[in-house]
C-alpha cells in the first residue's frame, strides 16, 4: 500500500509539473464546494472504511441495505401507471406484467387523492385525467380484477387518503381469499411532503399526522407486509430543491412521523422497519450516487444514536427512486430517452431497491403504450446488457465517490441542525419558510437555466429550428367521466344505503374520540361508502387546511 | 388606497386541483423582480373564485397555471365566465403543461399568450411589454 505522504507529495508535484501547465476550467458541486481535478487516497484519509463505508447489508449500509444486493434480487421494476377508468387501468397493468414490469403502482386521479368523488360538480374536468378514478370499492375491485394480491406488491401514489385506499385493497384482497396479513406493498402516505411540494392535502397538519399515525399503528397487527409510508424528497427536488435539500426535508420529515409513532407508545423496531423512502434520481451521476450512500447512512446513524434502534432492519433505508421528471425536455424530447437510460443507471448503482423510470412524452402526457414499453426497456437493458448488477455497490471505493458521500453527509447533517435549532420541520411548513425556501432555489435554477449557465441540451444549446414534438400523446377517453358516473350511480343505488349512514356516523365519532380509524374506515369502505362521503365526515371534524398567503 | 397606476397587475392563479407551484411561483418572482404586483391565489381556484379575485384585486391580467391536463376546458370555462362579467378585454395567459398543438386552440378559445415550461424569461416579459407599452 502506497504511503499517503507520498501519493501527497507526487500529486503536489503533478500540479506543478503537469495539471498547471495548460489552463483549465472550474468545477464545483451543486452545493458551492470547488471539486479537484482528480480525486485520490489522500483525500479519503479520514475516512474509516469498516466504520462509515463497511459491507453491503451491514450498519451504517453505505453500500445497500442488502448483503448480496443485485444478486440476490434485482430491483424491482415499478412503473407508476394508471389512468382513466378502472378497466383501462386494468388493461394497463396486465399489460405492463406481460412485458416484465415487476410490481404494481397506482397513480390515482386528483379527486380521488384529494378525497373528491367523480359527481362532485368541482372535479368534473379531471376525473380519470393523472390517474384512476377510485370512487367506491367497486372501482378497486376492477382494477385488480385477475391480479392475485398474494403473488404481487401494489405502490400506492397517496396520501390523505390513504387510509382509504388501504381499506379497499384489504377487502380487494379479502375477497380474493388472500389475508390482510399477507397482501404487501406500499402506501406513500407521506402527508408532510404534501403541504411543501405536491398539494394534495386535504386537512390541517395535526389531523393528517393522526391519519399517518392511525395507518402505521394498524398495519403493525393487521397489515404487516406493508411499507407504511413511503417517505420523499423526490417532490421537494421536482418542485426546485437541491439534491443537500432533498434529503434534508426527506430526514425531517423521516423524523417527525417516528416522534409520532413512538408518542403512540410504539417501539422503534415495530415500526421502523416498514418505512421506506422516494427520492429522485437526477443527471449529475456521482452526486446523485453518492446521495443514496449519504442518506442510508445517516439513516441508519440516526436510527441507531438517536432513536436507540435494536433491529437492523430498523436501520435499513429501503429506497424507491424514480427518474426526475423535470430533468426531460419537451424540446426534442428523444432526447429524454438518453437522459433516462443515465438516470436509470444512477439508480442501479446507487443500490434502489426499486425504480420508476419515466418516458420520453412526460414533458406532455402521461405515457403511450409505446414510450412506457420503451421505459421499461431500458431498465431491463441495464439490468441485463451491462454488468451493474454483477457486484453491490460497484462504485464504492472511487476516490470521488467516497469524498462526495463523505461531504453530502456533512451538507445535509449541518442543514438538518440548522432547521432543528428554528423549531424543527413541522414549525418551518407552518410558517411557510421550507416552500419560501424551494421556490428561492427554483428560481435560482430556472435563472441559471434562462442564461445559460445551466446547460439544458436542444434547450438552451445546441438548439435547432426543429418543430414541437407532433407524435402520437396519450389521449384520455372520452368516457371516463360518464363511465364513472354510471357506476358510481349503480353502486349508491344498490349499497346498502342505511349501513353506510350508520358506518360514516361511526367513522365521525372515532375522528372525533381520537381512537384508531382504519377500523370504521374499513367497515364503510365494505358497505360501499364513497371516498368523497368518507372525506367530507372528516373535514367536518378535521377542518381544512388554510395556505398561507406567498 | 391610492394604487399606483403604473403597476401592472397580474393574478397568478392555480385553477383544478392540480397542486404543482413551481412555475406559478418562478414566473410570479420573475414578475415581481420586474416591477410589477402579482397576486398569488393559492390552490384549488374554482373558476369563480378566480374571476372574482381577479375583480377584487383590479388586475391586469389573469395567469393560469397547469399541469394536470385540464388548460383546455378551464381555459373555456374561464373565458364564458369573464365574458359574462363583460370582462372579454381582460388578457388570459396560460403556463404549465401544454402540448404544442393545444398551444392554437388556446389562443382560438381567446387565450393572449401560451407559456409551456421552460418558456424563457424573455418572451414572458417581451408579453407585458408589448401589451403594456406605454405610448
Known amino acids: ?550 | 388606497m391610492d394604487r399606483e397606476k403604473s403597476k401592472i397587475r397580474v393574478l397568478m392563479a392555480k385553477p383544478g386541483l392540480d397542486g404543482h407551484t413551481r412555475g406559478a411561483k418562478v414566473v410570479a418572482m420573475l414578475l415581481r423582480d420586474a416591477g410589477m404586483e402579482v397576486v398569488y391565489t393559492g390552490l384549488r381556484q374554482s373558476i369563480d373564485q378566480i374571476v372574482s379575485t381577479a375583480i377584487q384585486e383590479d388586475v391586469d391580467v389573469i395567469a393560469l397555471s397547469i399541469l394536470s391536463g385540464v388548460h383546455i376546458p378551464l381555459s373555456r370555462k374561464l373565458m364564458a365566465r369573464l365574458k359574462e362579467e363583460g370582462l372579454e378585454n381582460l388578457p388570459v395567459i396560460v403556463g404549465g403543461i401544454i402540448p404544442t398543438k393545444d398551444s392554437a386552440e388556446l389562443k382560438g378559445i381567446g387565450v393572449a399568450e401560451v407559456f409551456p415550461i421552460h418558456s424563457s424569461f424573455e418572451s414572458i416579459l417581451g408579453f407585458f411589454n408589448e401589451r403594456f407599452k406605454k405610448d
Open chain 1, 1 to 550: 500500500m502506497d504511503d499517503l505522504k507520498e501519493i501527497e507529495k507526487k500529486k503536489e508535484n503533478w500540479e506543478k509539473e503537469l495539471l498547471n501547465q495548460k489552463k483549465y476550467s472550474n468545477a464545483s458541486t451543486s452545493w458551492g464546494d470547488d471539486l479537484e481535478v482528480v480525486y485520490s487516497p489522500d483525500n479519503l484519509k479520514d475516512t474509516h472504511y469498516s466504520k462509515e463505508i463497511g459491507f453491503p447489508g451491514d450498519f451504517p449500509f453505505t453500500r445497500g441495505v442488502y448483503p448480496s444486493m443485485y444478486r440476490g434480487r434485482l430491483w424491482t421494476m415499478r412503473q407508476y401507471a394508471g389512468f382513466g377508468t378502472p378497466e383501462e387501468s386494468n388493461a394497463h397493468f396486465k399489460y405492463l406484467m406481460e412485458h416484465g414490469n415487476m410490481g404494481l403502482s397506482v397513480a390515482f386521479d386528483l379527486p380521488s387523492q384529494i378525497g373528491f368523488d367523480s359527481d362532485n360538480p368541482l372535479v368534473e374536468d379531471d376525473v380519470g385525467r393523472v390517474g384512476v378514478a377510485v370512487d367506491t370499492l367497486r372501482d378497486m375491485e376492477i382494477i385488480f380484477d385477475g391480479i392475485p394480491l398474494d403473488k404481487i406488491t401494489t405502490s400506492f401514489t397517496i396520501n390523505p387518503t390513504a387510509p382509504i385506499i388501504l381499506a379497499m385493497y384489504m377487502a380487494v384482497g379479502e375477497k380474493q381469499g388472500v389475508s390482510s396479513k399477507m397482501i404487501g406493498g406500499t402506501l406513500q402516505n407521506d402527508i408532510l411532503k404534501e403541504y411543501m411540494a405536491r398539494g394534495t392535502q386535504i386537512f390541517p397538519i395535526e389531523p393528517s399526522l393522526r391519519l399517518v399515525g392511525d395507518i402505521i399503528e394498524y398495519c403493525k397487527e393487521n397489515v404487516p407486509r406493508m411499507n407504511t409510508v413511503s417517505i420523499c424528497g423526490y417532490h421537494m427536488r421536482e418542485a426546485g430543491c437541491s439534491i443537500i435539500h432533498e434529503v434534508t426535508y426527506c430526514l425531517l420529515d423521516a423524523i417527525a412521523y417516528i416522534e409520532l409513532a413512538l408518542k403512540r407508545g410504539l417501539d422503534i423496531d415495530d415500526f421502523a422497519p416498514r418505512l421506506s423512502f422516494l427520492m429522485g434520481c437526477g443527471m449529475p451521476l456521482f452526486e446523485e450516487v453518492a446521495k443514496f450512500r449519504a442518506a442510508r447512512r445517516l439513516w441508519a446513524k440516526i436510527i441507531k444514536d438517536r432513536f436507540k434502534a435494536k433491529k437492523p432492519e430498523s436501520m435499513k433505508m429501503r429506497m424507491f427512486s424514480g427518474c426526475l421528471g423535470t430533468a426531460f425536455m419537451g424540446k426534442e424530447p428523444l432526447n429524454n430517452i438518453s437522459r433516462a437510460t443515465i438516470m436509470t443507471l444512477v439508480a442501479a448503482l446507487a443500490g434502489c431497491n426499486a425504480i420508476h423510470t419515466p418516458s420520453y412524452d412526460e414533458p406532455y402526457e402521461i405515457p403511450t403504450e409505446e414510450s412506457v414499453l420503451i421505459a421499461l426497456r431500458t431498465q431491463q437493458i441495464i439490468a441485463h446488457e451491462t454488468d451493474v448488477t454483477s457486484v453491490a455497490d460497484p462504485m464504492g471505493g472511487s476516490y470521488f465517490l467516497e469524498h462526495l458521500t463523505n461531504r453530502i453527509e456533512e451538507e445535509v447533517e449541518k442543514e438538518m441542525a440548522r432547521i432543528e435549532e428554528k423549531g424543527g420541520i413541522l414549525k418551518a411548513i407552518e410558517n411557510g419558510s421550507v416552500q419560501r425556501e424551494i421556490a428561492d432555489q427554483a428560481f435560482e435554477l430556472e435563472r441559471k437555466i434562462q442564461s445559460g449557465e445551466k446547460v439544458l441540451v436542444g434547450v438552451n444549446r445546441y438548439v435547432t429550428d426543429q418543430k414541437e414534438y407532433e407524435g402520437e400523446l396519450h389521449q384520455p377517453s372520452k368516457d371516463i367521466l360518464e363511465n364513472q358516473l354510471l357506476r358510481l350511480k349503480k353502486v349508491k343505488e344498490e349499497r346498502d344505503n342505511e349501513a353506510v349512514k350508520q358506518a360514516l356516523h361511526e367513522i365521525n365519532n372515532v375522528a372525533s374520540d381520537g381512537s384508531n380509524l382504519m377500523g370504521p374506515i374499513l367497515s364503510a369502505v365494505k358497505a360501499y361508502a364513497t371516498v368523497g362521503e368518507i372525506c367530507d365526515v372528516l373535514r367536518n371534524v378535521f377542518g381544512e387546511y388554510q395556505e398561507s398567503a406567498w
